[in-house]
């Protein structure tokens, strides 16, 4: 496969899940040892999916999202989006035809303008640097069709002996990527991007600091 010139800046600045201690299965099992395996299933839930819906999962991962959504709501068409391919093609073993998988960057999607129902980021932001971040974001909006919702899980700033903990999610991530974060900027970078009634569905307080789930809209015109 070439790549064009943006996507190879995009490659070398791609930090992975778990950096360079990547794989899927090790990724899979630090979901369940911090208590994070629940997440798809809360966010299958958020989506508030009738049938026919499209949903673009940005950051994919293995597919954890698609398989909860087919549990939950089968009759919605699921998409899903990673720059790694392992994952990718780990998501794909385990989820129904139906699903559709691509590889690529959040910060360039390869979809058109208003085709998706719902986009999620979960866990994906924090990955990128705040120029990439308001690019994945203006992105997510431009595939989101009018009345459409984007939800967005992700690390927010920490609390107490939390804080503490989020500094190992930084060392591993990276202290630029993760600033924003850590000092309670994400709410911003949403509404910066056009998100309306942006809301805070609920926080979750962990060992390696707290966790937001977002869901916003984009304006009807």
């Not at 073993?93 to 390869?110: E, H, I, K, R, V």
């Amino acid at each position: 496969m070439l790549l064009t010139g943006v996507e190879k800046t995009q490659r070398r600045s791609w930090v992975p899940a778990l950096g360079r201690w990547r794989s899927v299965s090790f990724y899979v099992r630090m979901m369940r040892w911090f208590s994070l395996e629940d997440l798809p299933g809360r966010i299958a839930e958020d989506l508030a999916l009738e049938p026919g819906m499209r949903v673009l999962d940005v950051g994919c991962g293995p597919g954890s999202l698609a398989r909860a959504v087919r549990s939950k709501r089968p009759a919605a068409r699921m998409f899903g989006l990673d720059p790694d391919e392992a994952m990718l093609r780990h998501a794909q073993s385990q989820t129904s035809p139906a699903a559709g998988w691509a590889a690529g960057f959040a910060q360039a999607l390869p979809f058109r303008d208003a085709s998706f129902d719902r986009v999620t980021m979960t866990l994906l932001l924090h990955h990128l640097l705040r120029p990439e971040k308001q690019a994945a974001l203006a992105e997510a909006m431009r595939v989101l069709r009018p009345g459409g919702r984007l939800l967005v899980t992700d690390w927010t700033a920490p609390h107490g002996a939390a804080a503490l903990g989020f500094l190992i999610v930084r060392t591993v991530d990276g202290f630029d990527r993760t600033a924003d974060h850590a000092h309670g900027r994400v709410e911003r970078l949403l509404l910066d991007a056009g998100v309306t009634d942006l809301r805070k569905l609920r926080t979750r307080e962990l060992p390696l600091g707290t966790i937001t789930h977002f869901r916003g809209i984009k304006a009807s015109r």
